[in-house]
């Protein structure tokens, strides 16, 4: 079979010293990230090891598919929530991630433009979930740190007769809204700058590229979809104070 990159020996050492590379130069430049690279690396490649095996389960079993599109779900939540709050307020980050994947994966599957089957929607869904993991981490930060930072906007709001949400609103919506521009960026250079893994992947696998192409085009505007209900409830939700519960 075809593939990207040759799974060789020579491969393994080359991500190594990629990795060992990522660290020496975010220790040189003080960046406070050298042992995250290193750790995010190791995981990486020892959960992705597990997962190949677990998928081979349940690509062919749907029941097995929805459990592992669950705890997929489950981990993007913990993920994101513990970059935005502490404690049970971080919960609050699986009301934006499922707001945005659940109305996108029903209309795909209600269209029948989707088929129901583990090979699809464990790669679809896990896309949406990673996409709005990110959308949701980076509104949420943005918002928190825009309402801390500028308390007393906040505050000079509410004197001028604005209601706590609408005041915090009006702070924090412009920075949280950036949380778009990567999933925007990479939809408007698809093709130009990146070829998405879709897109990669369907040509390894003997697709046309006009086929490809479709399929990468309607997973972007899917993506975008998704994250932009999430940064919209991810906004709400700070405005409302539910993440500093």
């Not at 389960?57 to 749907?62: D, E, P, S, V």
């Not at 490809?212 to 979809?225: E, K, M, S």
């Amino acid at each position: 079979m075809n593939t990207l990159l040759p799974v060789t020996p020579q491969l393994g050492v080359v991500m190594v010293l990629l990795a060992l590379a990522g660290a020496g130069v975010a220790a040189v430049g003080r960046l406070g990230h050298s042992r995250a690279i290193l750790t995010a690396s190791v995981r990486a490649a020892a959960q992705l090891a597990l997962v190949s095996l677990v998928i081979v389960g349940a690509i062919g079993f749907l029941p097995a598919a929805v459990l592992f599109l669950l705890l997929m779900y489950g981990v993007a939540t913990f993920t994101a929530g513990r970059r935005i709050a502490r404690g049970r307020a971080s919960w609050w980050a699986a009301l934006p991630i499922a707001a945005g994947v659940v109305p996108v994966l029903a209309l795909m599957l209600g269209a029948r433009v989707m088929p129901v089957t583990g090979l699809v929607l464990i790669p679809v869904t896990g896309i949406l979930l990673g996409g709005c993991l990110t959308a949701t981490s980076l509104a949420g930060r943005r918002a928190l740190d825009e309402l801390r930072i500028r308390r007393g906007e906040v505050e000079a709001a509410l004197s001028l007769g604005f209601s706590p949400r609408d005041a915090a609103l009006e702070i924090c919506r412009p920075s949280a809204a950036q949380a778009l521009i990567p999933a925007l960026d990479q939809t408007r250079t698809v093709g130009l700058v990146t070829l998405p893994g879709a897109f990669v992947g369907m040509m390894i696998a003997g697709s046309d590229p006009v086929h490809a192409g479709v399929v990468q085009v309607a997973v972007l505007v899917a993506l975008l979809a998704a994250e932009s209900v999430a940064v919209v409830v991810t906004i709400e939700l700070a405005a409302r104070g539910l993440f500093s519960e």
